[in-house]
């Protein structure tokens, strides 16, 4: 445990190297960076910048090449697989870019889902789930199963379904890259309005300027380095 | 985990052709274990009971000490004298699970009708307590005539072929002839009772049976070859095998005792065979079903490529992936078995209506083709079908379950 701080996220030198046959991708070169509690922060920067990259790696779902990460002082790019699942589950609210919610559930049991992997009664999740559902003005829906669902209504599940644990940090990645105008700003409303009320910690990877226009802190990546 | 349940169940209809194919597969492999198994449960029972009461040797069958090795040499050495018998039978019958015990003479000679003769081979038994041994099998050795009583002590019943030779029926004479036990030549009157089929092809132009004193008188000899014992349950023989064998030791009497199933060749090769029948079919069914299930979660795993990685990223474990394609996989196990059961009871039921026959390999007329119905197999059936496609969705499950959640999430 690290005392002298307490940011959220604290990357200390991170870098993170793919191959690909003989050739090694230098996806981010050395990224320092601290996030603190209840930020509304944007990554951005062009394609292959490294911004889904870093996501990744305060998500816990890609491992670091070198470097370490800290989450309220602790370190997290070291422990167990099982270990990173209760992080993830406890922690980290995530929101994809093709929403990826569970085809065969309907709404309300793909927002019910996080809640019950950590083992919470159905009858306490449904309950739950539902308010999570109003929130993002989906109660009509709730039945509803991903392919009866407009994009916009999914990508709304899925900030539901982020935020059902009370994560301590939501991570969405391009949000509205498969959005309309009109849908985006509506989802950047919410996580907005949830952001300011529930005090959550957001940081988004995209190039969307509508977005960024929102954004209390700008984060630009190129080439795998925070340039601004 | 009804919610594991509900997702692996809401999957397997996602799929309809293919889970369909999967499942056909399962119920057609658990419907031809079934009937098999059923269809050679109701064939032992029967060859059990033609062993035990319709050839007549009854559960255990008790011999003088040496008499399979050397009675045939010298039988009047190792048959049973008739003091001997009677003290032999009082011993037996002390016993609870012991019906009765009779004695036999098997003899065998030339019998004529005054122009044509030929080799016979007679079983001496005691009228009424062959009828007994018989018991319900009695319908299926139905007598031309009258069948052996005490009251004609040289009425004998003839087999079907063997009274055909011969040109002889019901109430019509004969001559049998033998050499004693003393080797002088004898020959004795007899009159046909009855002509039945013994049920036995190979023996039906050649058997007799005969009131055991009879055979006695026709051997010259006031002893048995041996002493049959009838149980009121087979499952008894071995218990009954070693406290008769017991009590006799202790009585002084040296004897050998065998048990319907030692005597029975017959019915331990065709039991082995059909066991080894069931293995291969059991053998095939379980290629079938692993293959099938293995292949169905294979493709499962990969079009749900995606779905596993976001539910990695929901902080689900690598065992909870491994749990919910084990759970779809048994589940697979479980409804193509729950078909599989109702096609069983289908065919079941279409056999029990139509009663078709056929004529089994030494058989002197045609059976009627029955499958035992066996919940209890059935059960078990379910249960191993269901562990099987467990396993095999185990396979595919643990690859999914290993996959990074990065490469997961990106798969296309």
Known sequence: MRKEQMNLIEMQNITKNYYLGETIVHALRGIDLKIEKEEFTAIWGPSGSGK??????????????????????????????????????????????????????????????????????????????????????LEQYVNNRPDKMSGGQRQRVAIARALITNPSIVLADEPTANLDFKTSNSIIEIMKKINKRDKTTFIFSTHDQRLLDQMDRLIQLEDGKIIG | MNKWIKVAFRNIIKNKRRSFVTLMAIAMGFTAINLFSGYTHNTYEG????????????????????????????????MIAKNEINKIIKIIEQNDSVILATPRLDISGIVSNGRNSTIFMAQGVIPDDDKTILGAFFAYQPVTGETLNTKKEYGVQMAIDLAQYLQLKPKDDAVVMAATLDGQLNALDIQISGVYDTGIDAINDKFMKVPFKFAQSLYDSQKADRIVVLLDNWKNTSIAQHKIMKQLKDAGIECEIKTWEELSAFYSNVKNMFDMIFLFIFSIVLVIVIMSTVNTMGMSVIERTREI????????????????????????????????????????????????????????????????????????????????????????????????????????
């Open chain 1, 52 to 137: 889904t990259t870093l996501l990744n790696l305060i998500g816990t779902i890609d491992e670091t090449s070198s470097g370490d990460i800290y989450f309220n002082g602790k370190r997290i790019n070291s422990i167990t697989d099982n270990n990173k699942s209760e992080f993830r589950n406890n922690e980290i609210g995530f929101i994809f870019q093709t929403f990826n919610l569970i085809p065969v559930l309907s709404a309300l049991e793909n927002v019910m889902l996080p809640l019950q992997i950590k083992g919470i009664s159905a009858s306490k999740a449904k309950k739950k789930a539902f308010k999570r559902l109003c929130d993002v003005e």
């Open chain 2, 47 to 78: 060859m059990r009971s033609s062993a035990i009461r319709g050839a007549g040797i009854g559960h255990l069958t008790i011999y003088k000490q040496g008499w399979n090795k050397f009675g045939k040499s010298d039988p009047d050495k190792y």
């Open chain 2, 309 to 412: 990685g976001t539910l990695r990223a929901l902080g689900l474990k690598r065992r909870g992936i491994n749990f919910l394609f084990a759970i779809e996989g048994a589940m697979i196990g479980f409804l193509g078995s729950l078909a599989g059961a109702a096609f069983h009871m289908m065919i079941w039921f279409i056999i029990s209506i139509l009663h078709p026959t056929y004529t089994p390999p030494g058989s002197s007329s045609p059976v009627s083709l029955q499958v035992d119905l066996l919940p209890g197999n059935i059960f078990f059936m379910l249960i191993c079908m269901v562990f099987l496609a467990l396993i095999a969705a185990i396979f595919p499950a643990r690859r999914a379950a290993k996959q990074n959640v990065v490469d997961a999430l990106g798969h296309v």
